[in-house]
């Protein structure tokens, strides 16, 4: 079977050339992967269709410098040679290695990859003096020769070369395999794959660009890895990660150390100033540093910047010199794809004499501006553009890039929101017709039943327990039902927590569950919802519906009648009937005892409508009484208040003005989120004792003390004093701090404790000590996510994970469990990812949207423009203020660029005039020329104008300037009621947008893409968004807390 | 290049064997006439000449001598021109003595030494190159030089290495594979019996994957077994050949 042959490598290591003797077996089978194999290859895993035209076999220049033409899934039938990932893992690093290894792993993208230096045939030893490139691809062709006839002859075989003395050498050789170049063969082959032909020529110009470069240098050389390495293990570098300011990219970034025991050593983080010392280096990316001396020294930068470029920064307003350092060298380029907007076409034309070679700027300004090569930049004018970075060399001010894919004009609510969506790397493609063939059918002609099968082994509650759901109105996706009953006998009680069975429905490694993973949540925007699982299962076979049969996953506890301490707790799979789908307020109002319309009852006769609604209200009185005592049960171990943090959170995580409704606050909200809290403690601990290693849970890890700096020092302001030592002092402190007068300043208190919690993560219990498991806002020792499996993927992870604890305990044997920890901790860590990637696209959508509302009104005469705003931080040179009525926080500025300042007059208004400023921690002073102070006061009510500063380039900004140092009088009558116009606010941009759209197509001028994107687009209802965001704030408050505090630190 | 991808994700290794694939073995009996016994192994690139000389009476000091058995005495010692870069290797630094101990009991427990009380037999182990696996092809050409030299054994010793990469045991590593930073076993079997005679192992390993380990090794050792019962078998033939006429 086997045949050895010894091969000869000479390899040099350290610098010197040794000779290396190497063995090479080689042997006749080795697995095509084809479906059309006639010799019967051992073809696992992945194999390569047989209903393609040909197979394409590209040589190793071609894969290394186009793989990622080669990553568009249109193309298929793609044979990667062992001799061209070898070449690239030696040339090209362990990226772009890893890169090709997940195109071979990703199972929606036909390529495969053939060993063919381990294949007798294919396998051609390097000749004396031959070059390399010549010998690999002799190598490759061999392999594709040996394509053609290992599949006799069935399938075309198309190798693609950029060499053209291979086209001219091998293209004649043998029938039935082609040589062409790349261009060719994508323009014969391919021609309607046009965004791969772009792509291709946008690379193929950047290295055109690149070799043809040769200028003096702009900044100094990065220092090899062997130099690096001794030197940080030496402490003579530092290694961090870049973390440029927003607000100031130019000038300051910050490293962030790896390991928080080495920061707390050196104080705080290390400024790196200025581009010049940064060397090059791009937010995100690993570095190392070199410290400067103690004199080179400086501090950050405390006053708020309108535009850069200021130079009036005076040292006044810096803090105390902190550590500087310069960067000597790159360990890990963390480049991703950005969105960069395309300069017009006359600022092209003036700027450079190259035209073809232009500088575009990133959406994100924390990235410096981009040198793109291309011929169509005057097609792209003022369009937003994907780019990838390719390199930045020493002699270059600013890195080369090349373009990817347009995304469309800027200042369209389309573009806008893929950019933001591209930005926060989110991928939402369509579901595939594979996935949803996966996706059992419910339709008026083949309608879904429960499977007999399933009947037997899932324990029927059909029957027997009175199973209800309590949601927001208009409600589509039921994840969670409730039951409550009294056992027989009296002496116990039965509470039920019922979840939506969606594993049961997608299967684990299934094409659903990979795009499901791969989304990790459904991601919520301003007026659009990009769902996780496809709308067969979110709205319809999973969703709980009142009345339908439905597989669930339940958690049955028995609890004692009087005491309410757990008996005994039951977890499997159940197979149920919801009863009654109530929403929010008419459940709170039989709860009261108030007459309430329960739709499923209106047909009933009369004194059979009575029994019903007695049985119902006395569930739900049950339920409410088990949670209240659930509730006192957290408090006593310090949880967070709930109500607070609802309010604070939703403020914070999105800004958006549904945040600060004044929404009744129901009781029955409490008693639902309590139960989920409480099956998801209960399911925490289930998993974590089956799955010592290896159970998914979620921690939420202390603040650190110093964040609430700010929350104290503000508290102080208004004389209350906010114990941080513990969550429950915490949580107690803040109850007390309320002031009668102003209800805002609780808020706005619980906003910045907030603002100083870490974020609440998902983990596997392998990688953690148990001590760090605790969840710190609801002071459990242990908690997950259960309860929402059809919007979050943890949760479906979970529900394997207790499905196969319930399967080990019946089993002998223990049953393999689903993910080890090395794997689970990764998938936690792609969650966490996700999760955060999501809160930041809603929140950037919901500032678009701010944005988009105030663009067309004008902010000196429209009233809309004028609101009413708290102060709550002062800096420098302004105030940082909230404004109640939008949701919306900024700075508003004291000083102006003329270096004026603000000044009141008699009545309250405000004019700028010469004067200086004056900084206490509490308060802000405004001296005028004339002599004339006012001072501004932590959470003094002020009156602003909101103004919307347009940026070409960037996400638009809110612009406040000070119309009044008093609170807004008299409000309008055109004033709404603020709970109200979240929704409108979206629902008229969106109009906007529509007839915009409309206009356009009037014109004839509609965009292909923003068609494309309508097809995107899954939610046509603005205001359902509002819907969901309401389930997500009610039924996991958790979440909201947890998540809220994710401001990027810089 | 920092750290090679020992394992491929189809499953190949380095050199384009599977994991539980055994290098090529050619080997040779009888290579010398002086010796009582001697033995050429060619286990991929490692190759090994062992001498056997003996049972003779106990060399050098007397006091050696055991009354009921023979003493064993091994010397391990490597080529200059082994490895790729020349280097004199002199007797008895602490790696040579080590691999002298070790082959020395290894053979303590499968030559029956009991037969030949107050005598010695020395067995003498050369690398001529060495690409690794030094001690499993160590041990098979010592085995052939000892039958060679018609001295009875318990059973033929194999001896083969395994190692562990990304959660498979990997068989007979080569030295881009041993130096690569992994756990690297050694073991010595009686095939028949299935009597472990020396297991040796460092680097770290998890307890949960020992077992596998050494079901790997054991197995790859069964193999060789049968490859040097072979290589006995036809060197008796040419033997009795030649002897015949």
Not at chain 1, 594 to 616: N, T
Request: proline share 5%; net charge negative.
């Amino acid at each position: 079977m086997l045949k050895t042959e010894k091969v000869l490598h000479l390899k040099s290591s350290r610098g010197r050339k040794v000779r290396v003797v190497r063995e090479h077996y080689v042997r006749e089978r080795v697995p095509c992967c084809s479906a059309l194999c006639q010799a019967g290859c051992a073809n696992e895993d992945k194999v390569l269709p047989g209903d393609v035209t040909h197979y394409v076999v590209p040589d190793v220049a071609v894969v290394r410098d186009f793989l990622e033409v080669l990553e568009f899934r249109e193309l298929r039938g793609i044979v990667f040679t062992q001799t061209a990932c070898q070449a690239i893992q030696h040339s090209r690093g362990r990226r772009q290695y890893n890169r090709l290894r997940s195109l071979l792993k990703e199972p929606l993208h036909e390529c495969v990859l053939f060993c063919n230096e381990f294949q007798q045939h294919t396998y051609c030893p390097r000749e004396r003096d031959e070059p390399q490139e010549k010998w690999q691809t002799r190598c490759v062709y061999r392999a594709a020769v040996w394509y053609h006839e290992h599949l006799a002859g069935l399938m075309p075989v198309v190798m693609i070369t950029e060499d053209p003395d291979a086209v001219a050498e091998y293209s004649s050789l043998s029938t039935g395999v082609y040589v062409i170049s790349p261009q060719e063969y994508l323009q014969s082959f391919w021609p309607d794959v046009q965004a791969a032909q772009e792509l291709y020529s946008s690379i193929a110009q950047a290295l055109q660009e690149r070799e043809s470069e040769g200028q003096p240098r702009e900044y100094p050389e990065h220092l090899p890895a062997e130099i690096l390495e001794p030197g940080i293990k030496a402490g003579r570098y530092i290694q961090g990660t870049v973390r440029v300011n927003k607000h100031r990219a130019q000038q300051e970034a910050f490293i962030q150390l790896e390991d928080s025991t080495k920061s707390t050593e050196q104080g705080a983080d290390i400024l790196v100033w200025g581009m010049k010392h940064r060397n090059r280096a791009i937010h995100g990316d690993v570095v190392a540093v070199e410290l400067l001396p103690c004199v080179d020294w400086r501090g950050r930068v405390t006053a708020l910047t309108e535009t850069e470029g200021d130079e009036r920064t005076g040292e006044e307003l810096q803090s105390p010199a902190i550590p500087t350092a310069r960067v000597v060298g790159i360990l890990q380029r963390t480049w991703r794809d950005y969105v960069v907007t395309f300069p017009p076409w006359e600022e092209v034309q003036s700027q450079s004499r190259n035209s073809q070679r232009i500088l575009v700027t990133p959406w994100d300004r924390r990235i410096p501006k981009i040198h793109i090569s291309t011929q169509r930049a005057e097609a792209l004018q003022d369009h937003r553009v994907i780019v990838r970075l390719d390199s930045w060399e020493s002699t270059s001010l600013y890195p080369n890039g090349h373009c990817v894919r347009v995304l469309g004009k800027a200042g369209e609510l389309e573009t806008e929101i893929q950019t933001i969506l591209t930005e926060n790397g989110i991928q939402v493609p369509p579901f595939s017709e594979a996935q949803l063939r996966e996706m059992p059918v419910n339709s008026k002609e083949n309608p879904w039943r429960v499977d007999p099968g399933q009947e037997v082994v899932r324990r029927d509650l059909r029957a027997s327990h009175l199973v209800f759901s309590i949601d927001p109105q208009g409600c589509e996706d039921v994840d969670d039902a409730l039951s409550v009953r009294m056992l027989p006998g009296g002496a116990r009680l039965e509470l039920g927590v019922h979840i939506a069975d969606v594993t049961h429905f997608v299967r684990a490694g299934s094409l659903t569950d990979l795009e499901a993973r791969s989304r990790a949540t459904t991601y919520y925007l301003a007026d659009r919802r990009y769902d996780m699982l496809p709308a067969v299962l979110s709205a319809d076979l999973c969703s709980l519906l009142g009345g339908v049969d439905r597989y669930a996953m339940s958690v049955i506890w028995e609890l004692d009648a009087c005491s309410l301490a757990v008996r005994s707790v039951w977890f499997g799979r159940t197979l149920m009937r919801s009863s009654y789908q109530l929403c929010y307020e008419v459940a709170q109002s039989l709860l009261n005892e108030e007459p309430a319309e329960v739709p499923e009852l209106s047909p009933l006769a009369e004194e059979d409508r009575r029994e019903r609604l007695g049985e119902l209200k006395q569930a739900l009185a049950e339920l409410t009484r088990v949670a209240r005592h659930l509730r006192t049960q957290r408090d006593q171990g310090g949880a967070l208040e709930l109500e607070g943090l609802e309010v604070r959170a939703q403020l914070d995580a999105d800004k958006n003005i549904t945040a600060l409704v004044p929404r009744v606050p129901l009781e029955i909200h409490e008693t639902v989120a309590e139960c989920m809290i409480y099956a998801n403690h209960w399911v925490a601990r289930k998993i974590q004792e089956s799955f010592p290693q290896q159970a998914l849970l979620r921690r939420h890890p202390p603040p650190r003390q110093e964040h609430f700096g700010p929350l104290t020092d503000s508290a102080k302001a208004r004389g209350f004093h906010i114990d941080t030592r513990s969550n429950k002092a915490l949580a107690d402190s803040l109850d007390r701090a309320v002031d009668l007068h102003d209800p805002l300043v609780n808020r706005l208190l619980r906003v910045m404790a907030t603002q100083a919690m870490s974020n609440a993560l998902y983990f596997s219990t392998g990688s953690c000590p148990q001590e760090q498991y605790y969840h710190y806002g609801l002071a459990l020792d242990r908690y997950t996510h259960f309860t929402s499996p059809i919007r979050r993927y943890a949760d479906m992870v979970v529900h394997r994970l207790l499905m196969s604890a319930i399967e080990s305990e019946g089993a002998a044997e223990p049953v393999e469990t689903p993910a080890n920890n090395k794997g689970l901790e990764e998938t936690a860590r792609h969650i966490n990812g996700k999760n955060r990637a999501a809160q930041h696209a809603q929140k950037q959508s919901t500032e678009l949207f701010q944005c988009l509302y105030f663009k067309d009104k004008d902010p000196l005469t429209d009233p809309r423009c004028v609101a009413e705003a708290v102060v709550y931080a002062i800096r420098a040179n302004g105030l940082l203020v909230f404004i109640p009525r939008y949701g919306v926080k900024g700075a508003v500025y004291l000083r102006n660029r003329e270096n004026q300042v603000v000044d009141v007059t008699g009545d309250g208004s405000c004019q700028w005039r010469p004067g200086s400023l004056q900084r206490f921690p509490d308060r802000i002073c405004c001296v005028t020329v004339g002599g004339a102070t006012h001072t501004f006061r932590l959470f003094d009510h002020i009156t602003v104008r909101i103004s919307v500063q347009v940026s070409r380039c960037h996400a638009g900004n809110l612009h406040l300037d000070v119309v009044s140092n008093r609170a807004l009088e008299a409000p309008g009558p055109d004033r709404r009621p603020t709970g109200k116009s979240g929704t409108e606010l979206v629902q008229e941009v969106v109009r906007w947008a529509e007839e915009a759209s409309q206009q356009a197509e009037e014109h004839g001028t509609v965009s292909r893409f923003s068609k494309e994107e309508r097809e995107y687009q899954q939610s046509k209802k603005p205001n359902l968004y509002c819907l969901l965001q309401e389930i997500r704030e009610l039924a996991l408050l958790d979440e909201s807390n947890c998540q809220g505090p994710s401001l990027p630190s810089s | 290049m920092a750290g090679l991808e020992l394992l491929s994700d189809q499953g190949y290794r380095l050199d384009g064997r599977k994991p539980s694939e055994l290098r090529k073995v050619q080997a040779r009996m009888g290579v010398f006439t002086q010796a009582d016994g001697s033995a050429y192994i060619e286990q991929g690139n490692t190759k090994a000449l062992a001498v056997v000389y003996g049972p003779h009476e106990v060399r050098g000091s007397r006091s050696k001598a055991l009354h009921d058995r023979a003493v064993i005495n091994c010397q391990y010692s490597m080529a200059t021109f082994s490895t790729a870069e020349r280097k004199r290797r002199p007797h008895g630094d602490r790696k040579s003595s080590e691999m002298s101990l070790h082959l020395k009991q290894t053979f303590e427990a499968a030559v029956l030494t009991s037969l030949y009380p107050r005598s010695q037999i020395d067995i003498f182990v050369k690398i001529l190159q060495s690409d690794g696996g030094n001690y499993s092809a160590c041990v098979n050409a010592a085995t052939l030089a000892v039958i060679d030299a018609g001295i009875p054994m318990r059973d033929y010793v194999c001896a083969c290495s395994a190692g562990f990469v990304e959660n498979t045991a990997v068989v007979d590593l080569c030295h881009a594979e041993e130096s690569g930073g992994g756990t690297v076993m050694s073991l010595a079997l009686l095939p028949r019996g299935g009597q472990v005679a020396l297991v040796q192992m460092d680097a770290r390993l998890h307890q949960d994957h020992l077992d596998a380990l050494m079901e790997a090794a054991m197995t790859a050792c069964r193999s060789l077994g049968q490859v040097l019962d072979g290589v006995v078998r036809q060197h008796l033939q040419e033997v009795s050949v030649l002897t015949a006429e």
